[in-house]
């Protein structure tokens, strides 16, 4: 045998392993692990194997090809691998499914059935969401994928899923309303609710009034800035055919009779008054709103109408009709003689009135209204759909009355409130279907974004991830809907939002603050736990007019305070640094040594801050008056009341009281300080009187007021805040009560050895 033979079949080896095509790169792994929201079937077949999907090819009905032209079509920007055998992706209409249901199938290829287009494109958002989070970029997906075996069976709960996006307070760009939209998309929500105009910017150009854009869509900062923009007419074409693509309706909202200032800035004439006002830069609710005594107030909102119906297709316009006061038309003659001729009880039938008038009106023009449920006051306008906002009872008097329904209550639906009053395990536990029982319908919900405290920077942090909780309970059955279970979605769900680049923000509050009061010594000791999974991070007491922490502790270990000042946190959350991590404001003083603390004013549920020790806790407000620490009483006076059980020596008592006119909250008319020498029956005593607590003041903030003791031993303090009584003419809550808030009254001094 020649000796070179014995080596050719290695030889053929070799030769074959340098001219074959190299196996293909290992591909990533998509899976059902981060659908939401949840499915209403769903079975994975784990027997068979994953689905090779290296190259696609569509099959689309006809008539469905513009209206899924942007559905997820996989692009692999490296070409589709040689030789790849392209899966089948066929979309079919068959009839019979639910308007937004389909059915997904993925064998050795995919098989979408639905009656619509809008459920094939649920459909193919599903299987979106089913490919891993990296193939929402482009080139992390260049080899392919694969994707499990398995069947869908899905439709909705709800058929109105929606968000409101306040474009008046902060302006925002047509780009990010669009980034909006995607995110939508990709939670299956159908409808943006967009508020238009308000008190502070009106956003949409209307060609036969064209001040409301000159005038109304801008206003002065305090600072002197400018700060506003509007949608031409064409911007809003090219929002709502976005949105259509998508499959998501856009529903505008143009307020009346209220909210209506930044409208009266430009045409004064609406309003009763006929009085020049700038469009206002703070925020509340204001007196001065459209004339209903007036025609040209009517002609006006028709023809504002006209022009809005032009460009919005959707079945339904919003008219607002929350927060009206009725003052101008109480001394408004027109609107008396409206009243008079119209044989109206008062002027919340006048209302009643006014936007059964314009609903009429849109009714003649083929749409129906929505409202808030302030609405309901004086009467329902007939065929009106209430937005159900101040809890739910006004959706359960809607549909007693036979009238449709939308879910939006602010325990559950808010997402400008603070993740401390409403977090999203408090959306994921909102039960819809607690509304129930009578002749109309609840056709969904919708999660409100007000933008008073959310310019566009910090909109998806609000929005994102609470609204992906919202989207379950709106689309996934309650006997499907497990919060563990969502969690362990979110987490995947959460790169596929980093993969959009969708900004979101916090589940809820990162970390709490627990405190404990050493009475023997009045020392506070603080410590701060994550109340958030995946949060790490460090606090440190930084004591009043210091820059640097005078303790420092890892979370879970305790810290003591000494004198006012703040708990700082660092906190780290999925390898992002918090850029405005929680502060805490405390009070180490000698008064927490009380051994009683008794308050003489009735706790107010919504502000109860900390109860009954809570303006003797150690725990101070911030500027935000719904952080819980603040303790409030409407229209009465406010007392606490300490007692110790041996003499302490006073240098000053504190109290600190919070204002902001605008939510009618003032300065008490009297703040009274006292002592008692004795224990007992001797009393010494200093008032405060703060100036002009009635006078217009549109500083917001936090004030204190103190008074001098001077060493004094005393056994007991008492201090009274004196409400300043009602809301004043100038006011546009005037007659109504004004409220007081307290935080904290903090004693200086020390213990007597």
């Not at 075996?149 to 925002?172: E, K, N």
């Not at 316009?317 to 006061?325: C, N, Q, T, V």
């Not at 007939?382 to 809607?398: F, I, K, M, N, Y």
Request: glycine residues 10%; proline residues 8%.
């Amino acid at each position: 045998m020649n000796p070179a033979m014995k080596h050719l079949p290695l030889l053929l080896l070799v030769l074959v392993a340098c001219t074959a095509e190299p196996p293909p790169p290992p591909i990533p792994m998509g899976s059902a692990d981060g659908l939401i929201p949840l499915p209403v079937e769903l079975a994975v077949d784990t027997t068979r194997p994953p689905l090779q999907v290296r190259a696609v090819k569509w099959y689309l009905p006809t008539e469905w090809t513009d209206s899924l032209a942007i559905a997820p079509n996989w692009v692999f920007p490296g070409g589709e691998p040689k030789g790849a055998e392209p899966v089948d992706v066929r979309v079919e209409r068959v009839d019979g499914l639910a308007k937004e249901g389909y059915t997904l199938s993925i064998g050795e290829n995919i098989r979408i059935e639905a009656s619509t287009a809008a459920g094939a494109f649920r459909g193919l958002t599903t299987l979106r969401q089913l490919a891993p989070p990296d193939c929402e970029r482009f080139d992390r997906c260049r080899d392919g994928f694969a994707l499990p075996q398995l069947t869908i069976a899905d439709a909705p709960s709800y058929g109105h899923r929606g968000l409101l996006l306040d474009v008046c307070r902060h302006f925002m760009e047509v780009e990010f309303v669009e980034q909006v939209i995607d995110g939508l998309a990709l939670h299956k929500m159908n409808t943006l609710h967009w508020h238009l105009t308000e008190d502070q910017g009106w956003r949409i150009a209307i060609d036969a009034y064209p001040r409301l854009t000159e005038v109304g869509a801008w206003r002065t900062e305090a600072d002197g800035s400018q700060h506003g923009g509007f949608y031409t007419k064409d911007d809003i074409r090219r929002i709502v055919a976005y949105a259509a693509e998508r499959h998501i309706t856009v529903i505008p909202e143009i307020e009346l009779p209220g909210h209506s200032r930044a409208a009266l800035a430009a045409y004064p004439e609406l309003g009763c008054t006929g009085e020049e006002l700038p469009v206002p830069n703070d925020w509340g609710v204001f007196k001065d709103i459209y004339c209903a005594g007036d025609e040209a107030t009517f002609a006006f909102l028709e023809q504002v109408l006209t022009e809005v119906l032009e460009l919005f297709p959707s079945e339904y316009i919003h008219i607002g009709g929350d927060e009206a006061p009725k003052v101008r038309w109480e001394a408004c003659a027109k609107c008396q003689n409206r009243i008079a001729t119209e044989h109206l009880h008062d002027e919340h039938e006048l209302q009643s009135y006014f936007i059964g008038r314009i609903g009429e009106w849109l009714a003649a023009h083929g749409r129906k209204l929505i409202g808030w449920d302030e609405i309901l006051d004086g009467g329902l306008p007939d065929g009106a759909t209430v937005q159900s906002w101040r809890g739910l009872d006004g959706a359960r008097q809607a549909i007693a009355q036979g009238n449709d329904a939308i879910l939006s209550p602010t325990s559950h639906c808010y997402l400008d409130y603070p993740l401390a009053a409403t977090d999203m395990e408090e959306v994921y536990g909102f039960e819809p279907e607690a509304v129930s029982g009578g002749p109309g319908r609840v056709l969904g919900g919708e999660v409100n974004l007000w933008s008073e405290h959310a310019p566009q920077h910090l909109v998806e942090s609000k929005v994102y991830p609470r609204a992906s909780a919202f989207a379950e309970v709106m689309w996934t059955p309650p006997a499907r809907r497990n919060f563990t279970d969502f969690l362990d979605r979110l987490d995947v769900h959460y790169d596929r939002l980093d993969g959009m680049r969708i900004d979101y923000g916090l589940e809820t509050v990162p970390v709490v603050m627990e405190s404990q009061i050493d009475s023997a010594t009045g020392t506070l000791v603080a410590v701060v736990e994550p109340a958030m999974r995946g949060v790490t991070g460090i606090a440190g007491f930084v004591p009043t007019g210091q820059d640097c922490p005078s303790s420092v502790a890892e979370f879970g270990e305790p810290m003591v305070v000494e004198g006012e000042g703040e708990v700082w946190t660092e906190v780290e959350h999925r390898f992002r640094v918090l850029m405005d991590p929680p502060r805490f404001p405390v009070a180490g003083h000698v008064g927490l040594t009380a051994a009683r603390a008794t308050i003489g004013h009735d706790l107010n549920p919504y502000y109860p801050g900390g109860g009954e020790r809570g303006l003797n806790d150690g725990l101070l407000g911030s500027m935000d008056f719904r952080d819980g620490r603040w303790q409030a009483t409407s229209g009465t006076d406010m007392h606490l009341h300490l007692r110790f059980d041996a003499p302490i020596e006073i240098d000053s008592i504190t109290v600190r009281t919070y204002r902001y006119q605008n939510a009618w909250i003032f300065d008490p008319s009297l703040i009274e300080f006292m002592w008692s020498t004795n224990g007992s029956d001797v009393w010494e005593a200093a008032e405060v009187r703060p100036p002009s607590p009635l006078a217009p003041n549109d500083e917001q903030g936090i004030a204190r007021w103190s008074a001098a003791v001077g060493g004094r031993r005393a056994w007991a303090v008492r201090v009274t805040l004196k409400n300043p009584g009602r809301c004043p003419s100038w006011h546009d809550a005037a007659t109504e009560p004004t409220w007081l808030f307290a935080d904290e009254v903090v004693v200086h001094g020390r213990q007597v050895r």
